[in-house]
């Protein structure tokens, strides 16, 4: 767990949620890139950071949707996937995003823009 030092760290609870974050991304990729799958982090994005923006929109539309069902009503519970849960992908997609705007992300290719065309 991590420790707030000085004022100008951030809050040990948002500390928190980004190395639960982590914890998540890695359990995840144990089975979307497990050892035995020729499959990489890039191939799920077959149009780069299009494809990677077009599922964090859906993640933000599920979101506006789960909290306008409960903002009308107070007995609503989700069914699957909580606000929490939902803004924890959110926040991993962005790191997806922002390594595939670096080049670094797992599997993707060098001779290829950010949109995986091929570079000019």
């Given at each position: 767990?991590?420790?707030?030092?000085?004022?100008?760290?951030?809050?040990l609870?948002?500390v928190?949620v980004l190395e639960e974050?982590?914890?998540?991304?890695r359990?995840?990729?144990r089975?979307y890139?497990?050892p035995?799958?020729t499959?990489?982090?890039a191939?799920?994005?077959p149009r780069?950071?299009?494809?990677?923006?077009?599922?964090?929109?859906?993640?933000?539309?599920?979101i506006?949707?789960?909290?306008?069902a409960?903002?009308?009503?107070?007995t609503y519970?989700?069914n699957?996937?909580s606000?929490?849960d939902?803004a924890?992908?959110?926040i991993?997609?962005?790191?997806?995003f922002i390594s595939?705007l670096?080049?670094s992300?797992?599997?993707?290719?060098?001779g290829?823009?950010?949109f995986n065309?091929?570079k000019?």
């Amino acid at each position: 767990m991590s420790s707030v030092s000085n004022s100008t760290e951030l809050p040990l609870d948002s500390v928190s949620v980004l190395e639960e974050c982590i914890a998540l991304q890695r359990r995840k990729a144990r089975d979307y890139q497990n050892p035995h799958s020729t499959v990489t982090r890039a191939d799920y994005y077959p149009r780069g950071v299009f494809t990677i923006h077009d599922i964090m929109h859906a993640k933000m539309l599920r979101i506006k949707s789960v909290m306008e069902a409960m903002y009308h009503d107070e007995t609503y519970k989700e069914n699957f996937e909580s606000l929490e849960d939902s803004a924890k992908d959110l926040i991993n997609y962005s790191s997806f995003f922002i390594s595939y705007l670096r080049g670094s992300l797992e599997g993707q290719r060098s001779g290829r823009n950010i949109f995986n065309e091929p570079k000019k």
